[in-house]
């Protein structure tokens, strides 16, 4: 991409930029792929209970819907509760 990119450099007021940073490193490559792997998943859960309303041709009744949404959410405040 830095072949492809132009290498001209804008100017604003005192500052300067272009739109072409230079190829990527190691680290860049890490942190593009640790977002991607922590945004890309899904919480289990929500498959299991996709598969059951596929499966069964049913969806779940107002009682077990609350607990799943509360046991979908339970990961997190877990994570959440130990960075404080």
């Known amino acids: 991409m830095a072949r492809v990119l132009p290498t001209q450099k804008f100017q604003i ?3 300067s930029f272009s739109l ?4 990527f490193n190691i680290k860049e490559h890490v942190c593009i792929f ?3 792997g922590a945004g890309g998943g899904s919480a289990y859960a929500t498959d ?3 598969i059951h309303t596929r499966a069964f041709l049913s969806s ?4 077990w819907s609350r607990f799943s949404f509360a046991y979908e959410h ?4 877990v ?4 960075i404080s």
């Open 79 to 82: 994570w959440f509760h130990g």
């Open 20 to 23: 072409n940073p230079g190829p």
């Open 34 to 36: 640790v977002a991607t």
């Open 74 to 77: 339970t990961d997190y405040r």
């Open 48 to 50: 299991i209970i996709s």
């Open 60 to 63: 779940l009744n107002q009682f």
């Open 13 to 15: 007021l005192r500052w």
